[in-house]
């Protein structure tokens, strides 16, 4: 079946007999039509991508029904034939965009089969090119729906990250602020975190990030440690050797280390933290 349909108008019997002779070998889809009124019926009922029309017929001539298929049917690629006579008026159709080719009578059969060949060339050329634009656009709409689902991603994470840093700064302020010492030991035993009020708990030593807990801690402190992180218990208990101070480790998820919390038993030893820690309780308390 044929990808191209051909509709050649004119009033003249003998011209359209000659034309589809002509044609007769090609793979087109030929339709004839007798004058302009039915050739517009045909039009109606088939697709019609390249038609051929005469210039002088009675009625409607050539370019009035050209400019009707242009407007109607602007895909089709118009051409029209006629005698030298009527060059001047084609001129004027071409220059004002109603027709593609100007096809002079009488015909040289082999320019005429070029031109009808390239007539199409250049409408399947047009149709790639629609075909190509609406794919273009299709993409560009994905890429801005892409685009927009990318900057909500964005801002949304963004948002996360905002409030997941307000946490962490609340989260520090107040282990800091504890009046309750904090140690944190990863898993090779090494202090990483130390909250201000630890040290107060530790007087009579220095403690610093990076050192091992074997020497941060005495022995019954490490031992306590040692048991959280092999048993994975959270352990309570009062310090022997400490004056009212009780601590409470608790190992972290997936082995990561532990978390030791020192309190003291009696309240009124709050007084020995440092004195700015020991002014924000006091302001908390509304002392």
Excluded: C
């Excluded at 359209?16 to 009922?45: G, M, P």
């Excluded at 118009?78 to 060059?87: C, E, F, N, T, V």
């Excluded at 602020?177 to 090779?188: K, M, N």
Aim: charged residues 30%.
């Amino acid at each position: 079946m044929s990808k191209h349909t051909l509709l050649i108008v004119d009033d003249e019997p003998n011209v359209l007999k000659s034309l589809k002779r002509l044609l007769i070998d090609t793979d087109y889809k030929i339709i004839t039509a007798a004058s302009a009124e039915e050739a517009i019926d045909k039009f109606v009922n088939n697709e019609i991508h390249v038609v051929i029309s005469d210039y002088r017929m009675p009625g409607m001539n050539g370019v009035e029904f050209l400019t009707k298929v242009k407007e109607k049917w602007p895909d089709t690629i118009r051409l029209i034939l006629s005698g030298y006579a009527d060059a001047i008026a084609i001129v004027e159709a071409i220059n004002e965009g109603q027709v593609y080719r100007f096809i002079t009578k009488p015909w040289n059969d082999q320019e005429l089969l070029t031109t009808i060949m390239r007539t199409f060339e250049q409408y399947d050329l047009q149709r790639e090119n629609v075909k190509l634009y609406s794919e273009l656009q299709e993409r560009n709409r994905e890429l801005q729906e892409l685009a927009r689902s990318l900057e909500e991603k964005v801002s949304e994470r963004t948002r996360d990250l905002e409030i997941k840093n307000r946490a962490l700064m609340m989260a520090r302020n107040i282990l800091n602020y504890l009046p309750a010492g904090v140690i944190g030991v990863d898993s090779e035993e090494m202090v990483v975190y130390m909250n201000e009020s630890l040290q107060s708990y530790f007087v009579d030593q220095h403690l610093f990030l990076g050192m091992n807990a074997r020497e941060a801690l005495d022995d019954g402190l490490y031992e306590i440690l040692r048991n959280t992180l092999e048993k994975q218990q959270v352990v309570h208990k009062s310090i022997d050797g400490y004056e009212q101070i009780d601590t409470i480790w608790s190992p972290l998820p997936h082995r990561g280390g532990a978390i030791g919390i020192f309190v003291y038993s009696d309240p009124a030893k709050y007084g020995m933290l440092k004195p700015e820690i020991s002014a924000k309780i006091g302001a908390g308390n509304g002392e």
